[in-house]
């Protein structure tokens, strides 16, 4: 019998005594032999040490964890407890609502309303809804942020609301930074302090997100991912995350970065080797000489892009440079106790450890060369000097590609729908055309660049690649150079320190002066707010069907993602980002090719003006100082003049307003039983679509404009809304009314019923009649008819939108059948109440010949438990018959609680009522 007691021991940092779970000790009792424990591993085992209860955490539990395998024939299900909750605007506020309801609904069953309420600390950063709607111009900050508030004032109020209204929730107020970068910066502890039982105790930090992203505070050896926003709201309250024991995917890194490359080139090559291993649902750990050389920036841009090669997260463990960035970033003091108690822990990487792991992969950084990916997937790097010749291809005919590299020349749709654009044939050379803007004639053809952005958290938290690009604006400059007018450019750091270190460099005028201007603080491009182009120019791209392109320094790149007038989209490093700008063209080889003439006609070369890495290390050291970090983050939770001009007064209970076509009382509770219902076979239902592979929660959840046409637009036209005041889906995620009209809603989306034809239509059965998907399940709905989804490999991979699953169950879908899942879109069904299902392997709706147009049974519900078999029948219209077994994807007994409770909010809702 363990007792977790004994291993309690006192670390003393600063004359002051903490309290710490020594794992260590379980070692020397001859429980479990944990020095060869993977770092992330042991960072579990002292979590379920520490909240062993014996009934939440039990020992079973916590010997499971502590006797870590390197692989699992079947998933092994522990409970853990981060210490806190990460949230940005677009996901907190959907969470924020949902809390609200719950309030109601605890105050309607006669319970006490104030017991729903963040049971651990939550930081909701608002960051996500700011649009570069102006730019190129020294006060496109200021017009960007007025114009946010004046769309997103009802938002705000909500979240200043749940501020005063909630304990242990902090909220950091619009135009401070990007979540990720101010998690790292600021809010990532490492270690955290907190007093317990009279004294105080120190443990690991950890967390979940509501952002995939999250992943980014791996880079300083902090426990953290993306989850779907039900599940945050679970762990909010106090429930545990439930969590299968990953796979450790161990890379071993040597050697180090060439002169030129940065860690964007870096991080987009791990993302195509990783992505090709295949470590979805990994955990991926970093270790060997070459990581130790690595700073803690660049660490985290490869954490951060953990969603995009699959992993639950990229971790790095903490050691010296950990310590050193805590320091510069103003947190000596936590410096000190960091690297005590992680010393004492084993949770400090000497470079002299051995763990263990499932696998090693190698990495020599020598061999990385300078990168973009695109068009359209964020694994798919174009080393840059192919770059030319790539795009060649993309635009060929289908009969003229090559075969052998016919994968590349493939478009990923914001929907997801995998498809080849064939806009047009031209052998004979690209096409352009002119048109004039502001008394000037401007040419925009194939190739085109039309948005340059420095944006995104994956790299404005890194001085290297940022002052960087301040150097290369300055040699450029100073060189003639310039960006051509088709360009939208900006710049939008996800810190207010990264704007310091530029002007204390003196390197701002020269970002602007090639149009990257200040234009916000947040995620704009790389989630879609890169606002309008040119008038002009849409029109020369929508009237001849061009393929022009983005160029940013982000982590998502799905085609209509940027901007829907835009196909091709390319992620580059903030120093290529200003060099494409200048350049103007996607489809040119920038090693062989000038970047453009001087005033004098001489070619510039990318050479020429790309800085020295002496350079800019030594800028890094004279520029990047501890007292901006002190200065920007001793205000970060006083947001600005608009921010407290918003009039929130304090309440249990939120005032809903009916008239609001931004937040609404959702139906997740109405007619609620504190009984839970037996699970029933699924009868007579229809398919709502029939989709192929690698379906994003772009696709899925509603994401960017409200076309006017569709049900969401006609809606808010009802409403007396305005088209020009629709915003965007993002900020009207607070009102179930237009998200689950918007679901399924993709522009691009490719449901098979309907091919070739594209966007949120579907087929109503009996009738065959063509109609849109969401007034399709509403008449379903009426005539008490269940549906299901049709998916093939890869269903919800992307951004972890909790709309994708909550639209999904508000259209009347029961069960999505498909090929495989992407890890949080499967975790977020299940959330809900829907249930995930697989084909057998090589099966799919294709191979078993169906069209949509059957009607389906679903048994073996009333039984369920995890990855139960359930069969299914599907009777086609001339009533033949066609059955085959799906296995559930619920993974483990909580999973199977949660369906069976009807999702997540109502099983936490009937226990804190028991409770």
């Known amino acids: 019998m363990i007792n977790r007691e004994e291993f309690l021991r006192q670390v003393k940092v600063d004359g002051r005594n903490y309290t710490v779970m020594d794992v260590r000790l379980m070692e020397k009792k001859g429980i479990a032999d944990i020095e060869r424990l993977p770092f992330s591993i042991r960072i579990l085992v002292e979590n379920l040490l520490r909240k062993l209860d014996g009934r939440v955490v039990r020992e079973e539990d916590l010997l499971n964890i502590a006797r870590w395998r390197k692989r699992y024939e079947a998933p092994v299900e522990i409970p853990y407890h981060p210490a806190r909750v990460l949230m940005q605007d677009f996901t907190g506020v959907p969470a924020v609502v949902d809390l609200a309801a719950m309030r109601d609904a605890m105050k309607a069953l006669g319970g006490d309303p104030r017991k729903i309420n963040p049971m651990i600390p939550v930081e909701l950063i608002v960051d996500h809804s700011v649009q570069v709607d102006y730019y190129g111009t020294a006060d496109a900050l200021r017009k960007n942020v007025a114009k946010e508030y004046e769309r997103n004032g009802e938002r705000y109020a909500l979240l200043k609301w749940a501020q005063k209204s909630f304990d242990n929730f902090k909220v950091v107020p619009p135009n401070s930074g990007i979540c990720h970068q101010v998690n790292l910066e600021h809010l990532g ?387 290529l980002v200003v060099a494409f700008a200048i350049a103007g063209r996607i489809d040119v080889n920038l090693l062989r090719r000038p970047l453009g003439l001087d005033p004098n006609g001489e070619p510039v070369y990318l050479e020429d003006v790309w800085p020295r890495r002496s350079e800019i290390e030594s800028f890094i050291q004279r520029h990047v100082k501890q007292t901006f970090y002190r200065k920007e983050y001793a205000r970060i939770f006083d947001g600005d003049e608009f921010w407290a001009a918003l009039d929130t007064p304090e309440s249990t209970t939120f005032k809903w307003d009916e008239a609001s076509t931004y937040i609404k009382n959702p139906p997740y509770f109405e007619g609620f039983d504190l009984e839970v219902r037996k699970i029933e076979d699924i009868d007579g239902a229809r398919p709502l679509l029939l989709l192929g592979d690698s379906v994003t929660t772009d696709h899925i959840s509603p994401a960017g404009a409200i076309p006017a046409e569709y049900p969401a637009g006609r809606y808010l036209v009802e409403k007396g809304v305005d088209v020009k005041a629709f915003n965007s889906y993002g900020s009207r995620r607070g009102n179930h009314e237009v998200m689950m009209r918007g679901t399924f809603g993709n522009i691009r989306i490719k449901n098979q019923m309907t091919a070739p034809k594209e966007g949120s239509y579907t087929r109503k059965f009996p009738e065959d009649e063509e109609a849109f998907i969401y007034e399709a399940a509403m008449k379903y709905k009426a005539d008490g008819v269940p549906l299901v989804v049709m998916g093939g490999k890869e269903y919800g991979t992307g951004s972890s939108r909790d709309w994708a699953a909550k639209g999904t169950i508000l259209l009347g879908v029961r069960a999505v059948i498909a090929e495989s899942f992407e890890r949080i879109h499967r975790s977020n069904l299940v959330g809900m109440g829907v249930l995930p299902l697989v084909f057998k392997e090589g099966e799919g709706w294709r191979q078993l010949g169906l069209d949509g147009s059957e009607t389906y049974t679903l048994s073996g519900l009333a039984d369920m438990k995890p990855r139960s078999i359930i069969k299914v029948r599907a009777v086609t219209k001339d009533g033949d018959v066609r059955e085959f077994e799906t296995e559930s994807k619920l993974n483990t007994d909580i999973e199977v609680d949660y369906f069976q409770n009807g999702g997540i909010l109502p099983y936490v809702l009937r226990k804190l009522m028991k409770d």
């Open 189 to 575: 502890r490492v270690v955290i302090t907190a007093t317990s039982d009279g004294g105080m105790a120190a443990f690991p930090d950890s967390l979940v997100g509501t952002d995939s992203h999250t992943t980014m505070i791996n880079g300083i050896g902090v426990m953290g991912w993306g989850v779907g926003g039900i599940e945050a709201e679970a762990v909010m309250l106090g429930q545990p995350y439930f969590m299968a024991i990953p796979e450790v995917i161990g890379v071993r890194m040597t050697g180090e970065l060439r002169a030129g490359v940065t860690a964007t080139d870096l991080v987009l090559t791990v993302t195509q080797m990783l992505r090709e291993y295949n470590v979805v649902e990994k955990f991926v750990e970093f270790f060997g000489p070459g990581m130790k050389g690595l700073t803690v920036p660049d660490r985290a841009t490869i954490a951060n892009m953990s969603p995009e090669y699959g992993a639950t997260m990229g971790f790095f463990p903490v050691d010296e440079k950990t310590i050193d960035y805590l320091d510069i970033t103003d947190r000596e003091a936590q410096a000190r106790v960091v690297e005590r108690c992680t010393r004492e822990l084993g949770l400090f990487y000497t470079g002299d450890e051995t763990p263990e792991y499932t696998a090693v992969l190698d990495l020599d950084l020598s061999t990385v060369l300078p990168s973009l990916a695109g068009p359209s997937r964020p694994q798919d790097r174009i080393v840059l000097n192919d770059l030319e010749s790539h795009f060649d291809n993309m635009l060929k005919c289908g009969h003229e590609r090559d075969a052998d590299i016919d994968n590349i020349s493939k478009f990923l749709d914001e929907s997801g729908s995998v498809t080849h654009r064939e806009a047009y044939c031209a052998p004979s050379g690209r096409r352009r055309f002119t048109t004039n803007i502001n008394g000037r004639e401007v040419s925009v053809g194939d190739g085109s660049i039309v948005i340059a952005a420095i944006t995104s958290c994956t790299n404005t938290s890194n001085p290297y690649v940022m002052l960087g690009a301040g150097l290369l604006a300055k040699n450029a400059v100073e060189k003639g150079l310039k960006v051509p007018p088709h360009v939208k450019t900006s710049l939008v750091p996800g810190s207010k320190v990264v704007v310091d270190y530029l002007e204390d460099a003196d390197l701002m005028p020269y970002l602007q002066a090639l149009g990257f201007h200040l234009a916000g603080f947040g995620c704009t491009t790389c989630i879609g707010n890169s606002g309008p182009l040119h008038p002009q120019i849409e029109r020369l791209i929508r009237e001849h069907d061009l393929t022009v392109a983005s160029v940013l320094s982000g982590n998502r790149n799905f085609e209509a993602r940027i901007h829907q007038a835009v196909k091709g989209n390319f992620l580059a490093s903030p120093m």
